[in-house]
């Protein structure tokens, strides 16, 4: 009885640790400019992206990995599925470019 | 076609530079005051406007398309701010000779675009939104901002430059991918 308690329990030690929850990362747009963009980024994890800019923009991976449009003032996000260094840039204002790296 | 172009760009940077040297109206040396900076920052953003609305009437161009409707949101966003801060600031805008010359030059570059069709209109009035990018942005550089006192109305403007100078740069790119 008491070994078929521990038993699911040990096997989910021994499956080793566990992978990383999914997190949250913020990029601001303000003043024509794409802010700092997040270091340790994963695949999997999400991007808000906060427009605080009276225009609107978008945040567009040149990769087509994502794309999001940001009415004047708003913020929306968006999942980063792949891993790698992705170039990304507003399809409104194309001088606005940064580069988002992501992990494993 | 680059000929053409030039020549109204001259007028523009002529009547932002008069504007600077504060003549014809006013005596030489006097920088704009707050309300005229505002007014000639709203008409600015007024004629792009028109600008952009007739290229939406004329061309079939999706590319020069999608960058007439950015100049209409992008301008008609910073002169609904324009409009709230002046309100703010209790300022009335204060027409002046360099809003006149501006919106006369204007109307002049809408005869000479309306008269093109085409790629022709297309390369016309990408150039024109260059040329005349470059010669505001220059103007809000050397004199406007400089010369605004207010502190919410330079803080406008200065956005307003980065906004236009990317505008310049966009409108740059496109009109050399036409060519």
């Known amino acids: 009885m008491r070994a078929a308690l521990l038993l699911p329990i040990a096997a ?20 024509m400019r794409f802010g700092p963009v997040p270091q340790g980024v994963r695949a999997g994890d999400t991007i808000r992206w906060i427009n605080r800019d009276i225009f609107r923009h978008t945040a567009t991976a040149r990769n087509g990995s994502f794309s999001i449009d940001l009415a004047p003032r708003a913020q929306g996000r968006t999942v980063v599925a792949k891993a790698g260094k992705i170039p990304f840039y507003c399809k409104y204002h194309p001088g606005m470019t940064a580069v988002l790296g992501v992990a494993k | 076609m680059i000929q053409k172009s030039i020549f109204p760009v001259a007028s523009v940077a002529a009547a932002l530079l008069a504007a600077a040297a504060g003549t014809p109206a006013a005596a030489v040396g006097e920088a704009p005051t707050d309300p005229q900076i505002a007014h000639i920052a709203y008409t600015a953003g007024v004629i792009d406007i028109a600008a952009a609305r007739q290229a939406l009437a004329k061309s079939k161009n999706a590319t020069v398309r999608g960058f007439a409707q950015e100049m209409v949101r992008d301008h008609e966003a910073v002169n609904v701010a324009a409009l709230d801060l002046v309100k703010k600031l209790k300022v009335t805008p204060a027409d002046n000779p360099t809003s006149a010359a501006l919106t006369k030059q204007a109307k002049a570059d809408e005869r000479r675009l309306a008269a093109l069709n085409g790629r022709a209109f297309d390369r016309a009035y990408l150039a024109n939104e260059a040329a005349y990018h470059k010669a505001v942005n220059g103007a809000l550089d050397k004199t406007l901002i400089p010369s605004s006192d207010n502190a919410e109305l330079k803080s406008l403007l200065q956005t307003g430059l980065k906004l236009f100078r990317e505008h ?3 409108a740059e790119h496109l009109a050399a991918e036409l060519k």
């Open chain 2, 168 to 170: 310049q740069a966009h």
């Open chain 1, 12 to 31: 989910l030690l021994l499956a080793g640790p566990v992978a990383a929850a999914p997190r949250t990362h913020v990029v601001v747009i303000d003043q």
